[in-house]
């Protein structure tokens, strides 16, 4: 089976996975940056429960 479109349906698809993929590579940047923020606030905590615990105290951090 073979599906025939005209020449401006194909610039519009054209257009539509050009936006697709831009937005892809966003979503990924976004979610790294993300990723890079958990594990800094994972190093804080855990700095953070090491200076605690020498003086006694316990804190208690989820992420």
Same mark, same amino acid.
Request: charged share 20%.
């Given at each position: 089976? =073979?599906?025939?479109?005209? *020449? +401006?349906?194909?610039? *519009?698809?054209? =257009? %539509?996975? =050009?936006?697709? +993929?831009?937005?892809? %590579? $966003?979503?990924?940047?976004?979610?790294? #940056?993300?990723?890079? %923020?958990?594990?800094?606030? %994972? #190093? *804080? $905590?855990?700095?953070?429960?090491?200076? =605690?615990?020498?003086? $006694?105290?316990?804190?208690?951090?989820?992420?």
């Amino acid at each position: 089976m =073979t599906l025939e479109i005209s *020449a +401006s349906q194909a610039v *519009a698809l054209k =257009t %539509v996975q =050009t936006r697709q +993929s831009a937005a892809r %590579v $966003g979503m990924q940047s976004a979610l790294k #940056k993300d990723q890079e %923020v958990v594990a800094m606030l %994972v #190093k *804080a $905590g855990d700095q953070l429960q090491a200076v =605690t615990a020498n003086r $006694g105290n316990r804190v208690n951090i989820s992420v």
